[in-house]
């Protein structure tokens, strides 16, 4: 695609339910990042792939949270048991994968529990 | 996490005027760093980049400097404009390393 895809943009979810956000990196990017946004903040590391393995998984908030990326593309992060401080704007953004590089965002999922 | 518990800087700015926002960058070893602008409800968009060997690199109506000395790095807009108003985040990189960490951001408020 022209650019990098989420899904849904928005998701209310009740506390204790599980989600899945899903992230459409842009054609040949290898390196796909997840990060969150909550309001009025910085944004926060969560992951990042480089294909479809995770080097760095450091900035995963608790067990709750996971991440997988299939096939080199499509990456999918799972919130489990969800919870009310997990209500936040989940970016995803994907690169060249050669390091030093501009990152590539998506516009976000909002996600809100409720 | 990074960036947690703390709100966003404001910069009020009337248009036509320059802008500099500020950012301390934490690690020595990065080499590479970057300027995003995020408007309202979208992701961050690239603005300008500079690598440790330069000092200082011009764009279009933007200028970063990068004082490695003092781990300082700025962002210069001239002659603001009501479409810059957005948060502006700084971003570091260790080549080799994919982690691409952000700074706090600044919001910016160009007033008519």
């Known amino acids: 695609g022209a650019g990098v895809s989420q899904s849904p943009s928005n998701k209310v979810t009740e506390k204790g339910k599980d989600v899945e956000l899903r992230c459409d990196p842009i054609s040949g990017h290898t390196a796909l990042y997840w990060y969150r946004q909550s309001l009025g903040q910085g944004l926060e590391f969560l992951i990042y792939?480089?294909?479809?393995?995770?080097?760095?998984k450091s900035g995963l908030p608790s067990d709750r949270f996971s991440a997988e990326r299939t096939g080199g593309s499509v990456s999918t992060l799972t919130i489990q048991r969800t919870q009310q401080e997990d209500s936040a704007v989940y970016l995803c953004?994907?690169?060249f994968g050669q390091g030093g590089e501009k990152l590539f965002f998506g516009s976000g999922t909002q996600l809100s529990v409720l | 996490g990074e960036s947690v518990g703390l709100h966003l800087p404001t910069l009020s700015v009337q248009e036509g005027d320059n802008s500099i926002i500020n950012c301390a960058y934490s690690n020595s070893a990065s080499d590479y760093f970057i300027w995003y602008k995020q408007e309202s409800g979208k992701g961050p968009q690239f603005i300008i980049d500079i690598r440790s060997n330069m000092d200082k690199r011009q764009g279009q109506r933007v200028t970063v400097l990068l004082n490695k000395t003092v781990k300082h790095l700025s962002l210069q807009i001239a002659a603001t404009q009501p479409g810059d108003s957005a948060v502006y985040f700084c971003?570091?990189?260790?080549?080799?390393?994919?982690?691409?960490?952000f700074g706090i951001g600044t919001k910016l408020q160009v007033i008519p």
């Open positions: 792939f480089q294909g479809n393995s995770a080097p760095d």
């Open positions: 953004a994907s690169s």
């Open positions: 971003a570091e990189n260790i080549r080799g390393y994919q982690k691409v960490t």
